[in-house]
């Protein structure tokens, strides 16, 4: 075993098989090691530096199925919201004034909005804040969209995979979606030249460790700048209501492992990971990430971008999230920093 992860610290990386091993035989002896050496190499890459990007969902329709996601299409219980353009130019004003520079327009895939009112959107928000960076994450979208956002001024563009097994994919979502189009996507968005970010959610339904080690050799082969993983967490309006939680454990080794693999990367503690473990954003810094994505949603609206049960900060105003996040942040040594937190090779 210690071989392994020996191998994993000097050539930052193993292969397949071991990683296999690794999952199935890790302990609370292994993941400490992993988590101090992950730790370590973001010292070493970004200081005591915790960047921050706001979170703005600004739509819950989807035209999807995903069988996970509580925002689905069908999911009648589900209450729909759209935010104006003034609503969402209004959170980013907030967020500048608490010194993000760094905004992410999410939302489930919502034909609503045509490749023209993104396009706007991104460059009203750049005309207004040019010193801050805009991530989309909007889904699948046509090579040609995916340009006409970036001429617009989009800078990054977060779409997790998922999950890299096609087989595991399909029991994930409905037979309309395939990975074959979401990793064409991702090789799309990267060609045209954004900040690109895939990932996957951990303990999902019908997971492998198999399925795990999959993910991992992907990320090899994409070499994204971004990725986003948090443990799977049930809802209880989707056929998976029944099926149990990821891990945070195991969620944190995973971090550690990117972290380790991949020392520049831009590599958030999510918030499904502060969900399930309430000191799940120190824990992750602690396992090697550097990123943190609080909402800047309005209050009002929180509740109902509801991807899984019990999603925390729903309620809190954002001047509160910023201070509470901030201290947690100071109490681990880190430093929450006004920059763009761009991907850079060094
Ligand atoms: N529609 C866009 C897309 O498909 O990329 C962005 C929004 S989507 C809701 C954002 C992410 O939420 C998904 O990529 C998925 O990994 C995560 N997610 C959805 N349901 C979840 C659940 N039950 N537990 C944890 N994460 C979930």
Redesign the pocket.
Known sequence: MLNIVNKLIENKSIEKDEMIYLLKNRDISIDKILADKASEIRNNNFGNKIYIRGLIEFTNY?KNG?Y????NKSNKNAQRYRLTKQEILECCKQGYSFGFRSFVL????DNFYSDRDIEDLVYSIKEKYDDCAVTL???EKSYESYLAYFNAGADRY???H?TADPNHYKMLHPKDMSLENRKKCLYNLKEIGYQTGC?F?VGSPYQSFENIAEDIEFIKELKPHMIGI??????KDTIFSEFKNGSAELTLFLLSILRIMMPRVLLPATT?LATLDPMGREKGILAGANVLMPNLSPVSVRKKYS??DNKICTSDEAAECNMCLRNRVKSIGCEIVEQRGDYSEE
């Open positions: 989807c995903c996970y996601c509580g925002i999410q939302g489930g895939e994450s909007i889904g977060l779409l997790r998922e990932g959610m948090g443990p799977f967490i049930s809802h499904a991807l899984y």
